[in-house]
């Protein structure tokens, strides 16, 4: 399986209709590839919080419309990252696409877990309430984003839910990047999966991101890793080694604590 990861530079200076065509351009260069994937709030910046509200959109907005097309165009499933989405009857909400090679919607995403401690987004954006995997023929997708990093147990829930491969799309702060790396592996080796974690780059409202989008797989070896400006992480990876890890070192099979309930006859 052949997987895009496009780290993304949000700047102040470029509008975002214009950074909209310039990432439909990026996700079109990727034909050939199976998965494409897009940081979180990428037409806004995940720290710009005065323009959330400004450059929010409905679920099916031009974010949605340029992805779609850009989907179809590439032949590629498609994670675009998260956009501000203006549900007509609530809050704002974090809210990730995912687009099948036909550019039809396969999911979407609210993100869950709200960062900013009583501030910023964690009072701007309402809190998603479901977790999300989409099935592709190679894998099973586990979709979460950003701050959703530092809580295992939504992972484990996306792996008792049948994801595979565990995808990131995240806006990171530089000065905590010692992090990113750090639990990008720790999800990968505990929940025995791959992981697919993309940040952005650039500077948003003052604060510099991490980059370093980071490929992991399900031993927690580093597959590839971005630099801290805009790029393109290309990687191959064989999803069947999620099922032969699983057997090799059956860990998964020796949880005691959190385990779903079990089925009824």
Request: hydrophobic letters at 45%; one cysteine or more.
């Amino acid at each position: 399986m052949r997987a895009s990861v496009i780290q993304i530079a949000v700047n102040e200076d470029e509008p975002v209709e214009a950074r909209r065509r310039r990432v439909a351009a990026r996700v079109r260069e990727q034909a050939g590839a199976d998965l494409v994937v897009l940081p979180e709030l990428w037409t806004t910046g995940a720290f710009a919080y005065e323009e959330f509200g400004r450059e929010a959109e409905p679920l099916e907005g031009p974010t949605y419309e340029a992805m779609a097309k850009a989907a179809s165009d590439a032949g590629v499933w498609l994670h675009a990252g998260s956009i501000p989405e203006r549900d007509p009857d609530g809050p704002l909400y974090n809210t990730s696409l995912v687009f099948s090679p036909s550019g039809d919607l396969a999911a979407a995403y609210r993100k869950i877990h709200r960062f900013g401690f009583d501030k910023g987004e964690a009072v701007l954006m309402g809190a998603g309430a479901e977790l999300v995997t989409v099935r592709l023929p190679a894998t099973t997708l586990g979709l979460s984003t950003c701050y959703d990093l530092r809580f295992p147990e939504l992972y484990r829930g996306l792996v008792d839910a049948g994801a595979e491969t565990l995808v990131v799309a995240a806006g990171w702060p530089e000065r905590r990047r010692s992090h990113w790396t750090l639990l990008a592996q720790a999800r990968a080796v505990e929940n025995q999966s791959f992981v697919l974690a993309c940040a952005t780059a650039g500077t948003h409202a003052g604060v510099p991101q991490a980059g370093h989008s980071i490929v992991v797989d399900p031993w927690g070896e580093v597959l590839a890793q971005a630099g801290a400006g805009e790029e393109v992480l290309t990687v191959e990876f064989d999803p069947g080694k999620v099922a032969a890890t699983r057997e090799q070192f059956p860990a998964l099979k020796d949880r005691m604590l959190g385990l779903p309930p079990p089925s009824r006859p």
